[in-house]
């Protein structure tokens, strides 16, 4: 079972495992392919934010992860000649170059350019000094600091003029070991004391509170010192392969043989060397996720971890398959070279002579049975061999077989079908179409789940074998019951869940319904070439682009698909994996074939410790951001901006996502994207912060978030409630004008009804003297005939007349614009006064006319209201002018109709002389007298429609009748 590796045993991980002869080493090689400014590197860093710092003989590089960004004298530095890097309090990055210090905060580099040329190491102290020591062009010794941009030399505490230095400043001690590698000295408070002398060459590894200090004696014992507390400790000597302890480190340190270029990892748990590369060590940098990187004469290696092993194609070239035999000794087939046998030691390639006759082009899963008996499925057939004897099974192509190691059974899978062979390799089942086998192409897979059923895997579907029934269940696209093409690898866990590599991704077996279920996750979607397992840990398998690894306790447990993906950027160094290429050997190993490269893991020895990540927003507006950076603020009356996102970390098998947003309270978080960057707009005015997140696939808990804040600065007009409030002054003061617009509208309305109200009253009082004078001329036409009782009488009703007439004159001018109709009489009482006029003028012309008055009874007499005086002009003019003037006895009718809902219809009808004759009797007459009372009355019906009544006049006439209709359209309910 897989065990997390702790510091110690990781790092002795990596040097004792030897590259070997047959593998590859483990390590990626950065050059000037990777935008790395030179090949030779001569120093190495770590700061804060976990960039990779590394300083080569033209340029800093600054290393992400993914990218290498370099700088050189163009970019600000004095010299791009690069000796050391440090970082400051601020996380501000120091270089130093043959022509002095330099200062780069992440957006600009400073440089303060030195009188000499310098070879000089760097040191920070807590006061803000940048301390140096080393070498001048006239190989002078040389000491001292920089400060507030000004060097000071302490060259004169130095107990030697002319060399070169090396030194290292011990945190804990506030001290400095200083040698010229034949010499170390202590300088504390401008003291200096001398601590030990060699022959040889001294080097010094330092951290924060010890120094470790070594020499070769006569190239081949390596003795160690360590500086602590101030004293110096012998810590002992390497001698060979033994390592003679006599005091043990407190620090932890890596570092290199000058002599050998062995690599050294030493702390209290012992000293181990090993030989990474060939290529010659200048320095070594142990990164915070504790993995090795190494500066070389060409480029930075960056050192994996002892999990994976990828062996040279030039001993074990284009592997299919492999099976490990009783021996512990592996099989390597391949479909063009032949088999070779692999003892740990030494390959040797199976003799060609010997296959010619058996076998031609290995195919998948070859198998070895109880007896050491090796089986390799191949295109002539199964060959056998137990290394001395061979033969071959059934003379035709054969993809794969299975060993059943209960039943002693050997399946070979061919086209279609399946031929089940016993220990004699005599065939003693066929399992074909005719059992219910659904194959159209071959079987290129088995498995065996917990219970001994077989499973059969091809192209074309998956089948379950229950040998005991001789029965088969076959699960394919067109029965519905497989949601991929093919099955390309079986496996079955010891927790005895069954797997399955297809075509369309990870897929098990649901016994519970009988059903082949998929792991449903975008990112393993593709073909699954082969599965296997790690115990019932981890669940290896494969995509085109690397290896998975699944905790299947998790998964087992709550179905939580947990992944760490491997691939070229992570030790996994094969291209393409092999379909069905994987064997878990007896050491709990597993080989894994691929296009390219057979690779080994060593589980135990796999670094499944996530890498940090680390991410910053970078640039705004496309100008680099400084490491230190408190806020962003944009130019005045701006609300756009471009920011772009940086991640640092140096396992990356997949693209890194982003996901932001702007944190106001009114966003949400942005659709993960690759895009790293992302376009700010409509920002709020004011100070607005934006967040971001970073992940990668295929590494859990992989994630990390920065955020920076956002201030804008917008003018009172650009602000986004100025417009909107503008708006809304804007539209009260319209609301506010249109409402007294309105008003005074309403106003001049009401006065202009009024002045039209004075008006009908005006008329109104000009028909009232009218309608007596014509009364008066009446009673005096009585009173000069000395017909006294009949002018008492006629005085009588004519009171009774005018009274009437008054009462519907004062109602008129009693009314109110608003209420005009309540000035209106109901239609009895003015039928009341127009019949008392009426019988006023028979009295005054007996047997002149007849009266007959018709009202239509569905009118309502006492609650239909018409306007006073509206009827009797007309009547009146009837009577005098076609009437009165006719030679005979002439009939009146009025007839009141309705005439639909709220339409009054009021028709007049004289049988008179006629309009015609009338009018020349009027023009003819001497005393030009014109009555005014139907004049009047048309000038007050059109101003009573200018006030919202809806009144008609129409006039019919002949010679022998004439008809007026008035028709009174209601507006409101009477």
């Known amino acids: 079972m897989f065990v997390r590796i702790f510091f110690t045993v990781f790092f002795l991980s990596i040097v004792i495992q030897s590259s070997g002869q047959f593998t590859y080493p483990r390590y990626r090689q950065y050059t000037l392919r990777d935008g790395l400014s030179q090949m030779q590197v001569m120093c190495l860093f770590q700061d804060s934010r976990g960039y990779i710092w590394a300083g080569t003989k033209e340029g800093l590089n600054c290393f992400n992860g993914d990218k290498i960004t370099s700088y050189s004298e163009k970019d600000g530095l004095a010299s791009s000649y690069i000796h050391d890097i440090e970082e400051d309090q601020t996380g501000a990055i120091w270089v130093s170059t043959r022509s002095g210090l330099a200062c780069f905060d992440g957006s600009k580099i400073t440089s303060f350019p030195h009188n000499d040329q310098l070879s000089i190491e760097l040191a920070l102290t807590p006061d803000g000094k940048i301390w140096y020591a080393g070498t001048d062009q006239n190989r002078n010794a040389v000491l001292g600091y920089l400060k507030d941009g000004k060097y000071t030399d302490k060259s004169e505490f130095l107990p030697i003029k002319k060399g070169y230095l090396i030194f290292r400043y011990c945190k804990k001690d506030d001290s400095f070991i200083i040698t010229n590698q034949k010499e170390i000295w202590e300088l504390k408070n401008n003291k200096v004391r001398h601590l030990l002398s060699t022959e040889n060459d001294f080097l010094l590894v330092g951290n924060d509170s010890t120094v470790l200090i070594y020499d070769h004696e006569n190239n081949n014992i390596l003795r160690i010192w360590e500086y602590r507390e101030r004293e110096i400790v012998y810590v002992g000597n390497f001698e060979g392969d033994d390592f003679n302890s006599i005091n043990r480190v407190k620090g932890n340190y890596t570092f290199h043989e000058d002599v050998n270029e062995n690599l050294i990892i030493l702390n209290k748990n012992g000293l181990v060397k090993n030989r990474i590369t060939e290529i010659e060590i200048i320095k070594c940098l142990v990164d915070r996720d504790k993995h090795l990187w190494l500066a070389t004469e060409e480029g930075v290696l960056q050192v994996f971890s002892g999990g994976f092993e990828t062996y040279k194609r030039e001993f074990l070239p284009v592997v299919w398959s492999m099976v490990e035999d009783l021996e512990q000794n592996l099989w390597f087939a391949s479909y063009f070279y032949g088999l070779k046998k692999f003892d740990g030691k030494s390959v040797k390639s199976y003799p060609a002579e010997d296959l010619q006759k058996y076998a031609l082009n290995f195919y998948f899963q070859p198998q070895v049975d109880k007896r050491g008996i090796l089986y390799f499925p191949n295109n002539y057939g199964i060959f056998y061999t137990d290394g001395k004897i061979h033969g071959a099974i059934r003379k035709e192509p054969c993809l794969a077989t299975f060993y059943d190691k209960e039943r002693d059974l050997l399946f070979g899978g061919y086209r279609m079908f399946v031929e089940v062979y016993n220990k004699n390799h005599q065939p003693i089942r066929t399992i074909g179409k005719s059992d219910g086998l659904e194959f159209e192409g071959y079987i290129s897979s088995f498995g065996k789940d917990h219970l001994g059923n077989i499973w059969m895997g091809g192209f074309s579907g998956l089948s379950r074998y229950d040998w005991d029934k001789n029965s088969i269940t076959n699960y394919n696209r067109d029965n519905g019951k497989l949601p991929s093409d093919g099955v390309l690898s079986i496996f079955t866990t010891p927790d005895g869940r069954t797997w399955f590599g297809s075509t369309h991704g990870l897929l098990w077996y649901d016994s519970k319904t009988d059903s082949v279920k998929k792991i449903e996750q975008e990112d393993i979607s593709g ?448």
């Not at 490269?597 to 496309?622: A, C, M, T």
């Not at 023009?923 to 000038?939: A, D, M, P, W």
């Open 527 to 974: 073909t699954v070439s082969f599965v296997t397992a790690i115990d019932s840990t981890w669940l290896v398998f494969s995509q085109s682009t690397g290896i998975y690894l699944m905790d299947l306790k998790k998964f087992n447990h709550s179905g939580e698909v947990e992944l760490y993906f491997f691939n070229e950027n992570n030790g996994f160094l094969g291209i393409d994996p092999g379909q069905n290429g994987a064997l878990v050997d007896s050491k709990g190993n597993i080989w894994m074939t691929s296009s390219t490269e057979l690779v080994k893991l060593d589980p135990r020895k796999l670094d499944f410790q996530n890498y940090s990540v680390n991410v910053r927003i970078s640039h705004f507006n496309g100008q680099r951001l400084p490491f230190v950076q408190e806020k962003i603020s944009l130019p005045k009356n701006d609300r756009t901006a471009i920011v772009q996102f940086e991640t640092i970390c140096f396992n990356r098998p997949k693209l890194v996502q982003y996901s932001w947003k702007i944190d106001d309270g009114e966003h949400d978080w942005s659709p993960w994207q690759e895009n790293d960057y992302a376009i700010l707009t409509d920002l709020r005015d004011g100070k607005s912060q934006i967040q971001v997140k970073a992940r990668i696939l295929g590494l859990p808990d992989a994630e990390a978030i920065a955020a920076m804040p956002i201030v804008v600065n917008l003018a009172l007009w650009k602000q986004e409630w100025f417009f909107p409030t503008l708006l809304g002054l804007v539209s009260v003061l319209v609301v506010f004008a249109l409402v007294l617009l309105f008003l005074t509208r309403i106003r001049m309305i009401q006065i202009n009804k009024q002045a039209k109200m004075f008006q009908l009253q005006a008329i109104l009082s000009q028909m009232n003297p009218h309608f007596i004078f014509n009364v008066m001329a009446a009673l005096q036409s009585m009173i000069l005939s000395a017909n006294i009782e009949k002018a008492n009488d006629y005085l009588v009703k004519m009171s009774n007349l005018v009274r009437g007439f008054l009462d519907a004159s004062v109602s008129t001018s009693m009314a109110s614009v608003k209420d005009l109709h309540k000035s209106e009489l109901p239609l009895k009482k003015e039928l009341d006064i127009l019949t008392s006029y009426i019988n006023f003028q028979q009295l005054i012309y007996p047997e002149k006319f007849d009266f007959v008055l018709f009202t239509d009874p569905l009118i309502d007499l006492e609650h239909q209201t018409i306007p006073p005086m509206l009827i009797q002009p007309f009547v009146e003019n009837s009577i005098r002018h076609g009437l009165l003037q006719k030679g005979s006895k002439g009939t009146l009718r009025i007839s009141i109709l309705s005439s639909g809902k709220n339409i009054l219809k009021i028709e007049i009808t004289d049988d008179g002389i006629g309009i015609q004759k009338a009018s020349r009797l009027i023009n003819q007459s001497r005393l030009l007298f014109t009555s005014r009372g139907k004049e009047l009355t048309v000038s007050r019906i059109k101003l009573l429609n200018e006030m919202g009544y809806n009144i008609h006049i129409d006039t019919s006439s002949s010679d022998q009748e004439t008809t007026v209709t008035i028709t009174i359209i209601s507006t409101y309910e009477n």
